[in-house]
């Protein structure tokens, strides 16, 4: 089964840009579907994107749709999320997870495979 690890997160004032990375170990993630979602402290999980195994279907959340962008690439594995004009409402512990279904989703309880997420912190 595969195992997501993210990393790429950090400090970044506002305006600024991040790109996150989600490697898959245990498998090849070119199988499954995979997601971004992130959550602040003392706040829920929040869906942010989403892409089916190929890459030619993507979801985001209304509150990123045009400043952020996944994308994938399944020769290296990997699974990217690109954070363009960061805002300090998108700080946040920002978790990858992954589905083995090709259908695009932005529910949390369809994921089976989580990582363990990477800090991203957006300073005003």
């Known amino acids: 089964q595969v195992q997501p690890v993210e990393s790429g997160g950090g400090l970044v004032q506002a305006g600024g840009s991040l790109r996150l990375s989600c490697a898959a170990s245990g498998g090849p993630l070119s199988m499954y579907g995979a997601g971004w979602f992130r959550q602040a402290p003392g706040m829920g999980r929040e869906f942010v994107a989403a892409?089916?195994?190929?890459?030619?279907?993507?979801n985001y959340a209304d509150s990123v749709k045009g400043r952020f962008t996944i994308s994938r690439d399944n020769a290296k594995n990997t699974v990217y999320l690109q954070m363009n004009s960061l805002k300090p409402e998108d700080a946040a512990v920002y978790y990858c997870?992954?589905?083995?279904?090709?259908?695009?989703?932005?529910?949390?309880?369809?994921?089976?495979?989580w990582g363990q997420g990477t800090q991203v912190t957006v300073s005003s």
């Open positions: 892409i089916s195994w190929n890459g030619g279907r993507t």
């Open positions: 997870a992954a589905r083995r279904s090709n259908i695009v989703s932005s529910r949390g309880e369809e994921y089976g495979y």
